[in-house]
């Protein structure tokens, strides 16, 4: 947990905790993660941090939300079905709320993706739905965090992104790293995910590497052209990784959809 005064870094953001606050990076898109974040509060999502304005140093202001982070290897919770249950009704909750009213982004809205585009009927998904987003009390999630990577999409691709870091789909590394001490039964875990939420686990699947030939597509483009923090992913070979994974899925689709 990070402690009152501690700041750390990633590939966006520098985060400083100050007492009961986090400040963080201010970025074009904030203000349109913002506004939904706000939205989500006012339905009553406590799972995500509530902003306070901007700092005199130009920062945004967070509400801090006390919990460890799920970093590798994963908490024990997160290797049980019971962690998936509890991972995939939070996130059929914030769609639910945002279906049942029809939530539209500011005409004005600025995504982190530059070919990020809003349909009607679109919601507006995490975008990084990783164990490394989550913040954890035991059992208990007490946050989802780090939302610049927000963007209009379906909700299967948002499942999908769960399925694909969480099962985890990507191969021995994923679960040995994850702290599994074999692997994973991966049909039981994907089933977990499409009973909990009410989708089909053929359909969840396709849309896993439909998500991934996006990825890559989308860090083939931008990081040849140089854009952060594409550049920086594409450099670091981030792409080779995605199509590791994607091939290993390729491979066990039968074993997977059973």
């Not at 279906?99 to 993706?113: F, G, L, S």
């Not at 140089?226 to 994974?245: F, I, K, S």
Request: net charge negative.
């Amino acid at each position: 947990m990070l402690q009152d005064g501690q700041s750390t870094s990633g590939s966006l953001n520098t985060v400083t905790r100050i007492g009961d606050t986090i400040r963080r990076s201010m970025h074009e898109w904030t203000p349109t993660v913002t506004h939904f974040l706000d939205y989500l509060v006012q339905k009553g999502i406590k799972e995500v941090p509530t902003s306070l304005g901007i700092d005199t140093q130009g920062r945004e202001i967070q509400t801090f939300i006390i919990g460890e982070v799920a970093l590798r290897p994963w908490p024990s919770i997160l290797k049980m079905n019971e962690g998936l249950e509890i991972i995939t009704r939070f996130v059929k909750r914030y769609h639910t709320v945002q279906v049942e009213v029809d939530y539209v982004p500011p005409k004005d809205a600025v995504w982190y993706a530059p070919d990020a585009r809003y349909q009607p009927g679109d919601i507006i998904r995490h975008g990084d739905l990783g164990p490394w987003n989550t913040l954890w009390t035991g059992s208990t999630l007490q946050g989802v965090i780090d939302w610049d990577f927000i963007e209009p999409g379906k909700p299967i691709e948002d499942l999908a992104q769960l399925a694909w870091y969480w099962v985890p789909l990507r191969g021995a590394q994923g679960w040995q790293e994850a702290g599994f001490e074999q692997a994973p039964n991966y049909q039981m875990r994907l089933t977990t995910i499409c009973e909990t939420y009410g989708v089909n686990r053929a359909d969840l699947i396709d849309a896993v590497l439909y998500l991934q030939i996006k990825e890559m597509k989308r860090l083939e483009r931008f990081g040849r052209k140089g854009v952060h923090p594409w550049v920086m992913y594409y450099q670091r070979g981030d792409l080779a990784t995605l199509e590791a994974e994607y091939n290993w899925l390729k491979t066990h689709l039968n074993d997977l959809i059973g």
